[in-house]
């Protein structure tokens, strides 16, 4: 594994790549849930730097304003068979547009599988990218994060100003 640090306006991010994809990207405080096999080893050279080059182009586009914005960068994914369906179900989830744990499960076939989709969620690695900020409890509060709710809120705001002003120039 191969890291990298990203300094944006809600602080630092680190990414993970190995040489099949970007791993990871994670705030500070999620330090402590991220898989064991992420643990970044020394720097070497690779492929894994063009996926962090291609994931810090895309996080500068994001905090810039550019939410359409989708890069085609190369996902070394693990998880269990149900997260990877979670985390592909909410990969089409646009910027300003929220949903709720339950809208996942029922789009997923899984109607009563709301809470299995929150936990899916919170071992997401992929913060931001894999948008599972964009989840919220069936009421519209914002419930759990790995990031931290204040996090949560924080890209919530982000996108939400920016999806007004994309919006507003198309009308």
């Given at each position: 594994m191969q890291g990298s640090r990203f300094h944006s306006p809600v602080g630092e991010i680190r990414m993970l790549a190995s040489d099949r994809g970007l791993a990871a990207i994670y705030f500070p405080v999620?330090?402590?849930?991220?898989?064991p096999r992420l643990a970044p080893g020394g720097p070497r050279r690779g492929l894994g730097n063009?996926?962090?080059l291609q994931a810090e182009a895309f996080l500068a586009c994001y905090?810039?304003?550019d939410l359409d914005y989708s890069p085609d960068i190369p996902l070394d994914r693990y998880?269990?068979?149900?997260?990877?369906?979670?985390?592909?179900?909410?990969?089409?989830?646009p910027p300003g547009?929220?949903?709720?744990?339950?809208?996942?499960?029922?789009?997923?076939?899984?109607?009563?599988?709301?809470?299995?989709?929150?936990?899916?969620?919170?071992?997401n690695p992929l913060a931001i990218l894999?948008?599972?900020h964009r989840i919220v409890g069936a009421d519209g509060r914002l419930t759990g994060y790995a990031g931290g709710l204040p996090m949560k809120r924080l890209l919530l705001d982000h996108e939400d100003r920016h999806?007004?002003?994309?919006r507003d120039e198309s009308a």
């Open positions: 999620q330090s402590g849930r991220i898989e063009v996926f962090l905090f810039d304003g998880g269990s068979r149900f997260q990877m369906d979670v985390w592909n179900a909410i990969d089409g989830v547009v929220r949903e709720s744990y339950g809208d996942v499960a029922a789009r997923m076939g899984r109607p009563g599988a709301a809470r299995a989709v929150a936990g899916a969620l919170a071992r894999v948008p599972c999806a007004d002003a994309v």
